[in-house]
Every structure is written in C-alpha cells, then in structure tokens.
C-alpha cells in the first residue's frame, strides 16, 4: 500500500487481507520510505503497528473440574455428584467447588464480558449466593458422599486448606438474591480478565451462601462461564 504524509508527517489506510487471520494472531505494519528525496528518512521503518486480531462470537466454557464440600462430613468427596449443593446452614454448611479451563481464550484477550451461568434445580426458599475467588489448587476427587480428597478439610492429598473450609477470597465477587429455580447468572467480568491476563492465577471460584442460620440449600446442575473477548491493540 502506497501512502503519502500530510504537512505534519501524518499518514493512514485501510487494508483488507486476502486471507483469515486466526483471533489471536497479531497482525503488524510498518512504513518505509519510498521516494529517495526525503534524504532525512532512514530506509529503515517509520513507524510500526501491531493488532491482534479479535472474534465478535462469545464463547461458553463449561466447569472441568466441580465438587462440593460439606462441614459435617468433612473427609468427604462428592468428586462424581451429578449435582452441587449449596448450604447457608451454620452446622452443615456446603459449598461448590469450581474450575474453569481457559486455554480457549485468544492470547492477551480483552474480557468485554463474563458471565457465570447456573441452573438450580431446588432452592429451599429466600437465600443469598455469592462466589468468590479461590486462592489455593485444589482436586475434583472421584467420590460421592464417600471419604476422598478434595473436601471440606483438604485441597488435595496430604494439602489441607490453610483455613478448613476452603481457601479463598472473603470478598464477594458477586452476589445474587433468589427463591426460584432456573437459570442464574452473576458477573465475573473483573476476575475473568484477571486470569485472562495472567495477573492472577486461576484456581477457580467457590459458591456459596454467606446467609447463616437454619437449613436451606440450594441444587444446582450445568454450569458454565459465557465470555467475549475482544481484541488489545499492542
């Protein structure tokens, strides 16, 4: 592309490429000098311009890794529930485990928007749900109310939690009021991008009811994180 400077040295275009370019994928441009008066230009670049080229389709990333861990019975394992189990109960408290793999993402991905999504199938009555970040690795586990790791006293074999219960994140991330069954959504946007970016590490989140008090449970099944990344100009 041939392209001429303003009086103050300024200078645009517009190109479209003859071929697909993968999101991701930086694509770059540079300018040199083609007119050999300009004796004050050097032959080499004038400037240069990176893009990395983006999708506009959102993505659905589903849990790989999801258990539930129960104060009560706290060397249990629900690794292979078909189902989560959330407790606001201050003698059974249970709280869902989860992780998400985000190697789908383009590199250096600009989160536009993230959202968890999360079918409840029974929702004992009016309960606040709230999901926090996880700090700490932790396993799945390959039980079903049987003992096995991954559970409400340890992350994994022989690595207890440094706090039993989980380690995480005491601030809410976001929050949700609900007595209904269906499909529930909170914004994980922020903490999306965190891992995206690499300012975090990615250990999942946990959900669960910061409520107290007497029984109420919530059941949840399929779950999944919705997100739209966009493109970062370098």
């Known amino acids: 592309v041939n392209v001429a400077t303003d009086g103050s040295g300024n200078a645009s275009f517009s190109q479209t490429l003859a071929m697909a370019v993968p999101a991701g994928y930086v694509i770059s441009a540079t300018a040199t000098k083609s007119d050999a008066g ?8 004038e400037f240069g311009a990176n893009k990395v080229a983006s999708t506009n389709t959102s993505i659905n990333v589903n849990a790989t890794r999801d258990t539930y861990i129960k104060l009560k019975d706290p060397t249990f394992n629900y690794g292979t ?17 989860l992780y998400f793999d985000l190697a789908s993402l383009p590199p250096n991905a600009v ?5 968890l999504q999360m079918q409840s199938t029974q929702v004992g009555g009016q309960l606040n749900i709230s999901v ?6 932790w396993v799945e586990g390959t039980s079903n109310g049987t003992p096995g790791n991954g559970n409400w006293n340890a992350a994994s074999t022989g690595n207890n939690w440094s706090s039993a ?10 929050n949700l009021s609900t007595n209904t069954t269906g499909q529930h959504t909170w914004d994980l946007t922020p903490l999306v991008q965190s891992w995206a970016n690499g300012s975090k590490s ?11 008090g007497g029984n109420r449970t919530a059941r949840i099944r399929r779950v999944s994180i919705r997100g739209k990344p966009a493109a970062r100009g370098l």
Do not use: C, H, K
């Not at 529930?81 to 485990?97: G, P």
């Not at 989160?111 to 959202?115: D, E, K, R, S, V």
């Not at 219960?165 to 976001?174: P, R, V």
């Open 81 to 97: 529930s078909t189902s989560l189990v959330i407790d606001r109960e201050s003698n059974d408290l249970q709280r869902a485990l």
């Open 132 to 137: 926090y970040e996880m700090q700490r690795d």
């Open 202 to 212: 990615n250990f999942g989140i946990m959900v669960s009811s910061p409520d107290g």
């Open 38 to 45: 300009y004796a004050t230009f050097s032959d080499t670049s």
């Open 111 to 115: 989160i536009t928007g993230a959202t």
């Open 165 to 174: 219960g989980g380690d995480y994140n005491t601030t809410a991330i976001a």
